[in-house]
Structure formats: structure tokens, C-alpha cells
């Protein structure tokens, strides 16, 4: 039975996935699988000794504390800018919806060396959030950003902002907009209104937009190697110098497990999370 028989002997659904899970099982799962069995491999045989070893190195937890709050700062910037930008593009209509829904979305086909190269120029000293700050008084000189923690989180919430928004948009588009005109007819005020109203009812799209750009935050390695350098290290960064330049496999497939471990928790906690505050059982 050739291939094309055996796929229309399948039923519809398993069908239509089966080049997509073949695709995925080829050039995605066999890659991790070697990976995950690398990181237990030692000289005699298998064994958890890379982990200790890894583990009982202070710098490990340096490493997964700078992964972890570069990630959380860049939430946490992402969701302050995205979540007004979100509700801004849900009350559009028209062509300005159209525009707004394009200066999101078109960034996104600009590649991500691109962006950090022009977050370099940004940053720089004569560059334009210096000069912005210098106009408005808040330094009398241009502070240091490029190369600095602070620059990443800039650059990084600018890069993933639109995994943010998005979600939340299609959160908003769903929402009943006679429910905050029903509590402003009971006297509700605007601000008691989206405490009380939008933002529990938009929680899910937060959740969502908070673990794509969390789990894709942690796991950057373009960015901060552009825009802090090697003297910062996180572990997606840490795994990339293992494999590049100390072509140290052992020390790289470890920290790549451990980094595909926090993401796989990230992802699990965010589902568990939105399926709890939608009510989705």
C-alpha cells in the first residue's frame, strides 16, 4: 500500500495532519529527543551528573535568574503598552482600524536582527531615546542605555509587543459592549467600570499574550547578544556559546533542557490559568 492509499484509508481529520505531524516528528521532535538524550549522556554511559554539575554552579543561578527577569520585565513592559494599543484598535473603525491592525502586524516581517541593529542606533548615546530624555530634563546628559539591561527590556518589549496586543485584541472583539454601557447605567464610574467589567473579562488574552512573549523572551538569543553583549549571560545565550564557541554539547543540550523545561511550565501554568478565569471546563 503506497502513501496516498494509506492516506485516504485514514479519517479526515488525521488526514489532513498527518504532513504537519510528520513535518514536526522529522525536523522538531528528533532534534529535541537527541537533545534530551545528550544532556544525560556522560563518558561511561547515561547519568544525571551534568545536571548536578550544572546546578551546583552559582553562576547556573545567576544565568536562570537574568533569563527569568529579563523575561518578566519584558512581560511586564509588553502588557503596559500593548494593553491600551489593544483596546485602542478594538474601538477603531474603519480605515483607522486598518492602519492601526498594519503598524501592528507589519513589524512582524521585518527580521529580528533587523530590528535589533536599528534598537542599536536607537539607543545609542546620540540616539533618539537619549535626545528625548535630554529634551525633557530628566538627564542633562544622554544616559548609557545600549549594552545595559535596561536597553534589552526596551528593545525586546518593542520586538515582542505584537504577540501581546494581539491576543488581547481578539479578548476585546469577543466582549459584549453593551456590558460597560449596562454598568454605566447603573451609575458604575469609568474606572470602576474596567476593573470590574473589561479588564476580568479581558484576563484570558493576558494570559496568552503574557506567555508568548514571556516564553519567547527567555528563550531570545539575537537580542541581548546585539544589544547587551556576551558579559550578560541568560541561558538561551549560554546554550548558544556552548554550542558556537566552547563546542561544548554537554553543557549546551543541559541548559537547553532546563530552558525548554521553564517554557513547557510557563505554557502548562498560562493554559491552566486561562482556561481557569475563562470558565472554560
Known amino acids: 500500500m503506497n502513501i496516498a492509499t494509506r492516506l485516504r484509508s485514514l479519517p479526515p481529520a488525521a488526514a489532513l495532519t498527518a504532513p504537519a505531524l510528520a513535518y514536526l516528528s522529522l525536523f522538531y521532535l528528533v532534534p529535541l529527543v537527541w537533545l534530551f538524550t545528550r544532556s544525560f549522556m556522560g563518558p561511561v554511559g547515561p547519568t544525571i551528573q551534568p545536571y548536578i554539575d550544572l546546578l551546583s554552579d552559582p553562576f547556573t543561578w545567576q544565568v536562570i535568574g537574568n533569563t527569568l527577569r529579563v523575561g518578566a520585565l519584558v512581560t511586564l513592559v509588553a502588557f503596559v503598552i500593548g494593553y491600551p494599543a489593544a483596546i485602542a484598535l478594538s474601538k477603531a473603525r474603519g480605515i483607522w482600524q486598518i492602519v492601526l491592525l498594519t503598524s501592528i502586524i507589519l513589524p512582524l516581517s521585518v527580521g529580528v536582527v533587523v530590528k535589533a541593529f536599528a ?122 556559546r556552548s554550542f558556537l564557541f566552547m563546542r561544548n554539547e554537554q553543557v549546551g543540550s543541559t541548559t537547553a533542557v532546563l530552558l525548554l523545561a521553564i517554557s513547557v511550565a510557563i505554557i502548562l501554568s498560562a493554559s491552566s490559568l486561562a482556561r481557569r478565569v475563562g470558565g472554560v471546563r
Open 119 to 240: 534598537w542599536q542606533i536607537v539607543l545609542a548615546r546620540n540616539g533618539l531615546v537619549g535626545q528625548i530624555l535630554v529634551a525633557t530634563g530628566l538627564f542633562e546628559q544622554a544616559p548609557q542605555l545600549l549594552f545595559t539591561e535596561a536597553g534589552l527590556v526596551l528593545g525586546a518589549a518593542n520586538v515582542f509587543l505584537p504577540f501581546m496586543i494581539l491576543p488581547i485584541y481578539s479578548v476585546l472583539g469577543l466582549m459584549d459592549p453593551r456590558l460597560p454601557e449596562a454598568a454605566a447605567t447603573l451609575g458604575a464610574s469609568p474606572l470602576y467600570r474596567f476593573i470590574k467589567v473589561t479588564l476580568p473579562l479581558t484576563l484570558p488574552g493576558i494570559v496568552a499574550g503574557a506567555a508568548f512573549v514571556f516564553s519567547m523572551s527567555i528563550s531570545m538569543y539575537v537580542i541581548p547578544s546585539l544589544l547587551i553583549g556576551d558579559r550578560f549571560q541568560t541561558l538561551a545565550t549560554l546554550t548558544g
